[in-house]
């Protein structure tokens, strides 16, 4: 038998950095974890004991490269703020690591959309490299795939923008949308998605018989999925919206196509784009995914409705933002990496 | 000081029903609504009886046009299914009554969006005349807003359309839509929108953590926006969604300008429109509503973000769909009925 | 017309002040309040605009002695943390003013049950002066609605303890319980209940789809329910939980008869003992309240199920945490200090 | 490697029908279950396609005998209402198969408590034969554990029983509780336990911001929780309430105690009575569980508080009422039948 994978989580007390501790706790190839905390961070270890994984984690240790090194780590997650990430993965990279990181901190090429992030760099053209090595981290796209086994950096996307990009790129792949008409994207997320700070904003009482729209036209992922997409901005309009349940994204996209098409060649159109992917599932044609058939799974579900006209789409795209949408994804991309199996300590 | 008005309301079981019958039990103009239910319901006074309102309502009594001769009845409010109101209106008018339908039942004058409905009319004249008398029960307009005080049968709206209507007509009005690119409707409502029969979609194990679109391309209250609005069945996509809540809907409406336009100008448009229209409130730029804000209100809140191309806009629309959306427009129209203040009895 | 009496709230931006803000807002007797904040709190005055009251408030005054005076006013509502109720209250009575608190402050009579509170009062004396003045504001039990129309001080009940002492009073005035061998109350809370505040436990991710014990042997409730029902500590165990839910509360009560009894003479009791009181409604035997009957009213609901042998008795008690366990039961109490009809601004 | 167990599951469309069979098929040990429906059920395989598996079923079969030979099914779960599987478990047992059935069918032995289910045998001695074999599945109790290797037909417990029968059974045990001053247990339930049929009950707008208790002194459970901890009926109240959530019990247990204790001796006692048992964690001294933690595992988990005056103890005891308390504790049970790990396939 090989050894296994010595791999570490900094920031295991967010919704994600817990999801993907627990994740590579039961994943065959790789040895427990070794979970970190930030300063910043309290030690929850006591909390999450109890919370429903049932062999407790090891407790949270803070920080430092030197217990990395003592562990052996080979593979350093990242749960961590943009900041946070932006500063360390390049002592990280120099350290020889391999990284995925959670953040959107290494996901965008293009300046134009990095700006929203106002990153402060220690070392500007460090940080250029590391930009121009970074993978994104959507394995279902050609592009990706074929670097991802070899990557050092790899970008996890964000879990709206994996929500949208899936539905979008077989489309776009065929040529078949009038783009210049205009897609959009109305994106429903579960509160998870907001982050473990307690806020005015996550308050149960703000959330529960209540939603709402917000970052519109300002949502930071909106840069990934135009670039990953080839979209220009005036193309595209992205509008999330706050749901009252823990988990799950619906991103219900409209598209209008440059000819008249039927649901059958649609259908075609995304079977064939995701033909052989373990992650995609492609519904019948106007039989539609809802956010409980694919919470707690690494399934995006994707499902689309033509109008009679044949030139207007919907498409319904559902993914749990804790699993496809962000550490589920991420252990797809550690096994990319490793040449395991796509689906190894996912199912 | 004057009688009061007497009023019935048939299908007093229903969400809309129960909201009305309460609502009318403390209206100050008129007298306890007598409650009726037709022969297939079930008499739920025993449960509504300690249901919130605090007083009890009166037994519901079985229908019967003797049972609304008796008490004097002039005012009927119908909380029922479109094929029981279209057997039962023509009768009512022509025993003098005046009448409040709440269902979809006489909303439509054109025949190609009526025919979603079904209808199987016994007297097809009768039915014709009818639907032309009609009036479209949304007084924030302006014809049915003429029209109202005067009508026998107002047709009460749709509250999925209500909430579209509201937010598209201002901008229709002033001609600075491209309707050509399509104007699409994302809206999401609570689920007593579905109405009280208990099936597997409202099971709450079915909506508690999910979320779902539904009646894509294919929801009946589509022809009744397109015939306010006076548009066509190309320029508009309308997507209902499942939220899981007990009751609102939000409205995402997204409109591309037919020239660049600034905050100022939207703001205005709306604010001109809506001037003096004690139920509509217009949000601040950028300032969006949330469905807690009209929940238990008889407003519609209308929100927008205009991108910064100064061309493309979101427009959040707000209400609650059983006061705004059925039953206290009902008691608004009444109010311009009778030629009283509109807010009478929805404070 | 007589004028209209001068309230103030201060503390207008927590659950309980903004409610109580919307009910005197409508009150015929009242002026709208002078809205009052402490330096700690924001003025949440732009939110509150569009949370569904549809005048908007006048926006929050940083609070003062001289603003009060300015504005005349002559009835003070406390909805303030304990600490700062103890703090103003001397100062507020020495001005002459009324004062309805709807915190802990001044609701023990018993050192031993204000321990838990830790007062540090500048002035012990005046404190034990003020102790013995203040009235406990539960109308519905003889001795207090004796003192409440001439008090000075009201200490506005909490939320549980009103659930719990309602629910007991009648029966331990008749002397029916076995008091000795144990009362039981299993109380469960929505959430508004534990505060405005965004805590690790008030996030919505914590709450939705769990549900949990809290404070068990330690709820500083139970001294007021000690002492308005004469019990003793090994007599009396409380368990409160919160509820995934915005408000309301249950409370299961588990009390052993001291001889055997029919479900008569329970209804007998119940009904009997609450003869007149516009605010308990008293179910018929074997139906129990549940909590959406009395949310969003003032209304205490009681209902009880008798075991075969006639001894074994559960009492369901529900209310809305913000109404009757806060904000309507001090405009009750206001209601009562004026002379007016217990059920104004109520309704 | 050895062939692997062939099982059926019967009922495979109900709540623990469908997560039985989504156990069963990720199960080392056996084949995918045979999964068939009465005749009553509709097929609802399309659904449970895309509800989450990832696999899919296949699609279920109308029950027959020849169905379960042909396949050569030796293990038969049933998940039917009681009076199928009273009807159908002895000619399961002629025909040689094993049998875990999750209904109330045969887990009582006492024909006073047995009475509330109104039995219809067609063979009373047959019937009575096979009320004496059948075992109780609660296999953390002594004589089940020792009982269910050997067992044909394994009674699987109650989901209610199970969360407080577990509490109890080690003070009892142990012999520390005053039983004649009466055990109590406030029980709290989530919605899944009440079925999946739509009822006005289970409907979402019943549901959703209330809470209830229901079957006060009458819930059918009661009878094996007597039977199981050998307490009689003037000992013990249990009252079942109905969350607003999809899965998951809490029992919050009332117990007097016969002699002073400290909580480091509670604790003992729980931790001794379930040393070894996989299924069951306890949590330190005043530290309680709550239904999150347990959610979607098949723990137990049990918790308390104890009075300073040593007598009196609160026990919060939780576990999700699909898993522990349904299908997760039927596959325990299956395993142990079997001779394999107790925790295979469930973790």
Known sequence: MTAKLKTAVLGATGYSGLELARLLGRHSRTDAPLLLRRSAETDESAVSFFSGNGNGHSPLQPFSWFALEQRGVELLFLATPHAVSRELVPEAMARGLR????????????EQHRAVYGFKDSNAQ??????????????????????????TLVANPGCYATSIILALAPMLAADIVDCDRGIISDSKSGVSGAGKEPTARTHFVSVADNFSAYSVFGHRHTGEILEQLALNNSQFIFTPHLLPIPRGILSTIYVYLNREMTADEIQGCFQDFYQGKRWVRIFPASTLPEIQFSVHTNYCDLGFCLARDGRRLVVVSCLDNLLKGAAGQAVQNMNLMYGWDEAEGLQ
Not at 101 to 107: H, I, K, P, T
Not at 131 to 142: F, S
């Open 126 to 151: 460090t940080a250029a490299e590391l930009t121009e090595r970074a993978v994104y981290g959507l394995p279902e796209l050609k592009p990706n795939a074929d670097r991802i086994p070899s990557a």
């Open 99 to 110: 990284i995925v990181d959670l953040s959107g901190a290494w996901r965008l090429k293009q």
